[in-house]
Each structure stands twice: as structure tokens, then as C-alpha cells.
């Protein structure tokens, strides 16, 4: 007998008011989050390389703060929404960007330009119990060694509260979902030979590389 295991990615659009905010500051300015979804054979996990697609063009990723939904929920309010979420780790979100270009000019859904194979990297997991305060985490993605994207969670523009109210307004949170709450910089282009190293609170957990 066969057991299948579905789940849903969701993820923000750029969240920090001190980043990329779009075209004008449209997300910055925007009332709610702006939320698409990636499907579960995007996720790559136990630091395993990400092998960069020659097909798709320019690809560019992000860090994200990442949530792991524990329980089922639909129309949560956001003052229950922490109830329904039980660790927290890095994520990276890889985009292929001149393939969604090219997608868009021609009018076309460009989802699969977010939703290829490798492109939602998870990091080891910090259980609930580790974390004093959701909105109080500094996040560091090191490219080679260096600093290349940072921020804290104070500074998204959106909760994650408020994203997991958002989101279950329009589909039922399931448990083993993940949301990614929205990049904290503007992205970085990938290239052959990177090594990503990721940190929430200083702790690693993100490691691998681009192949």
C-alpha cells in the first residue's frame, strides 16, 4: 500500500522595509502579503548541492525566514495564528528570473519560474521551544564566506501571524506546510561554485552548494 504525503509551500512576497519593495514600493505599500506557491518537489533539504538549470537563464535566490505549520487550520485569526506553527529555520528561494521575464512579456503564468525542482532550499530545523521571540530573530546568509544578505524578523512588513491569518482566509493550512515569510534583501544572482551558509541567532543551520 502506498502512503502519500501532501503538502503546500507558500510563500511571501519581499517583506522587509528596508529591501526590495518592487517596482514604486508596490509591496511596501501593499495591505496584505503577496503570497504564491511553490509545489513539494521544489524543496531540496539535508544540504544537498543545488545544481543551477542551464535552460532557465539567469537564476537568483533569497533568504527567508521559514515556518513549519503543526496543525490544521482554515480563517485563523491572527491572534491564534502562533498556535498553528511549531519550528522555524532558513530557507532559500530560487528564482529563474529571464524565464519569468520572458513568461510575463508574452502574458503567460509565470509560476513555473518559482516552482522548479531545487528551488526551495530548507535548513535544519530550531523547534519552537528554542525561540524566545518570532519577531526578534537576526538571519545571515553567507555567500564565500562573506556577508551577503542580513536582517531581523522586527523589520518584516508582514508577521508571520499575519501572513498565516492571510493565507488561510483562501486555502486550509495543513499540517507539514511551510510558509516562507519573504525575503528580508533584495536577491542575489546564483553562479557555479557558491557556498551558502545560512544562521538564525548566529546557529548554522543552512550548508551547501551551488553545482
Keep these: 500500500m502506498c502512503i502519500?504525503?501532501?503538502?503546500?509551500?507558500?510563500?511571501a512576497g519581499m517583506n522587509c522595509s528596508q529591501g526590495y519593495?518592487?517596482?514604486?514600493?508596490?509591496?511596501?505599500?501593499?495591505?496584505?502579503?503577496?503570497?504564491?506557491m511553490k509545489p513539494d518537489s521544489s524543496i531540496l533539504r539535508n544540504r544537498r548541492p543545488f545544481f543551477l538549470p542551464d535552460s532557465l537563464g539567469r537564476v537568483d535566490f533569497s533568504s527567508q525566514l521559514v515556518v513549519r505549520i503543526c496543525r490544521l487550520g482554515k480563517s485563523i485569526s491572527g491572534r491564534f495564528a502562533s498556535r498553528y506553527w511549531d519550528a522555524v529555520t532558513l530557507g532559500i528561494d530560487f528564482?529563474?528570473?529571464?524565464?519569468?521575464?520572458?513568461?510575463?512579456?508574452?502574458?503567460?503564468?509565470?509560476?513555473?519560474?518559482?516552482?522548479?525542482?531545487?528551488?526551495?532550499?530548507?535548513?535544519?530545523?530550531?523547534?519552537?521551544?528554542?525561540i524566545e521571540n518570532i519577531r526578534d530573530l537576526n538571519l545571515r546568509l553567507d555567500v564565500n564566506g562573506c556577508p551577503q544578505q542580513e536582517g531581523n524578523?522586527?523589520?518584516?512588513i508582514h508577521t508571520v501571524d499575519g501572513?498565516?491569518?492571510?493565507?488561510?482566509?483562501?486555502c486550509t493550512?495543513?499540517?507539514?506546510?511551510?510558509?516562507?515569510?519573504?525575503?528580508?534583501?533584495?536577491?542575489?544572482?546564483?553562479?557555479?561554485?557558491?557556498?551558502?551558509?545560512?544562521?538564525?541567532n548566529g546557529k548554522n543551520v543552512i550548508d551547501f552548494h551551488v553545482r
Design 21 to 36: 519593495n518592487g517596482p514604486n514600493g508596490a509591496l511596501l505599500q501593499a495591505s496584505c502579503p503577496s503570497v504564491y
Design 173 to 200: 493550512l495543513k499540517t507539514g506546510d511551510l510558509i516562507f515569510a519573504g525575503a528580508l534583501n533584495a536577491p542575489v544572482q546564483a553562479a557555479v561554485g557558491q557556498h551558502l551558509q545560512g544562521y538564525i
Design 4 to 11: 502519500f504525503v501532501l503538502m503546500k509551500i507558500v510563500c
Design 153 to 156: 524578523t522586527c523589520g518584516m
Design 95 to 130: 528564482v529563474a528570473v529571464d524565464f519569468k521575464n520572458s513568461l510575463e512579456r508574452r502574458g503567460l503564468p509565470s509560476e513555473v519560474s518559482y516552482g522548479f525542482d531545487g528551488s526551495a532550499v530548507i535548513g535544519d530545523w530550531i523547534e519552537k521551544d528554542g
Design 163 to 170: 501572513i498565516i491569518e492571510h493565507v488561510s482566509r483562501f
